[in-house]
Antibody, heavy 120, light 109 residues
Framework: EVQLLESGGGLVQPGGSLRLSCAAS????????MTWVRQAPGKGLEWVSG????????LYADSVKGRFTISRDNSRNTLYLEMSGLSAEDTADYYC?????????????WGPGTQVTVSS | QSALTQPRSVSGSPGQSVTISCTGT?????????VSWYQQHPGKAPKLMIY???KRPSGVPDRFSGSKSGNTASLTISGLQAEDEADYYC?????????FGTGTKVTVL
């Protein structure tokens, strides 16, 4: 059974940094691209960032480029999202998701999410 | 990248059919047969309902179906049931990136 579990969310001050983690199990982690998607309170889904199975290729939405860094440790079956320069606009639930098949970032399985609140 | 356009809400009585549209451009929905649809109940993570425009993952009821014409993809729920009340989002390739739709709230009357 595919399982994804995010952690690392919390309250952070504007301008601060935070690192999210996503522990994966139940599938060959290194074979699949992984994605971060966020959802601001009462708003829709926003694709944030994606990384290839090997970790060599990364993509970012314009809204986070230069501030967020996605990475993965295939030996630990864990996905990361390093966030810096945070502002109130980054307040959201952050979901990690597994690619539907090898080579795509379109998600199939999702974690339950971790909440990030940026406020002074 | 601009979000794909969906109606804010649709509604129907139990047993009826509803269709949700997802309108993009020739650079996203119109360019790829890789549109997916997700169902999200309040406080829960999204769940994949349709992928590759028309395909249903194992376990998704066959009353859910997808289609595409030009720059617009559609999700149809036939034989609407109470548990189908949720938010629905489309998602598509958009060049090297990906874009979600604005979301549609489905209400079962």
């Amino acid at each position: 059974e595919v399982q994804l579990l995010e952690s690392g969310g919390g309250l952070v001050q504007p301008g601060g940094s935070l690192r999210l983690s996503c522990a994966a199990s139940g599938f060959a982690f290194s074979n699949y691209a992984m994605t971060w998607v966020r959802q601001a309170p009462g708003k829709g889904l926003e694709w944030v960032s994606g990384i290839s199975g090997s970790g060599r290729d990364t993509l970012y939405a314009d809204s986070v480029k230069g501030r967020f860094t996605i990475s993965r440790d295939n030996s630990r079956n864990t996905l990361y999202l390093e966030m810096s320069g945070l502002s109130a606009e980054d307040t959201a639930d952050y979901y990690c998701a597994k690619g539907q098949r090898i080579g795509t970032l379109l998600p199939d399985y999702w974690g339950p999410g971790t909440q990030v609140t940026v406020s002074s | 990248q601009s979000a794909l356009t969906q109606p804010r809400s649709v509604s129907g009585s139990p047993g009826q059919s509803v269709t949700i549209s997802c309108t993009g451009t020739s650079s996203d929905v119109g360019a790829y047969n890789y549109v997916s649809w997700y169902q999200q109940h309040p406080g829960k993570a999204p769940k994949l309902m349709i992928y590759d425009v028309t395909k249903r993952p194992s376990g998704v009821p066959d009353r859910f179906s997808g289609s595409k014409s030009g720059n617009t993809a559609s999700l149809t729920i036939s034989g609407l049931q109470a548990e189908d009340e949720a938010d629905y989002y489309c998602c598509s390739h958009a060049g090297r990136l990906y874009v979600f739709g604005t979301g549609t709230k489905v209400t079962v009357l």
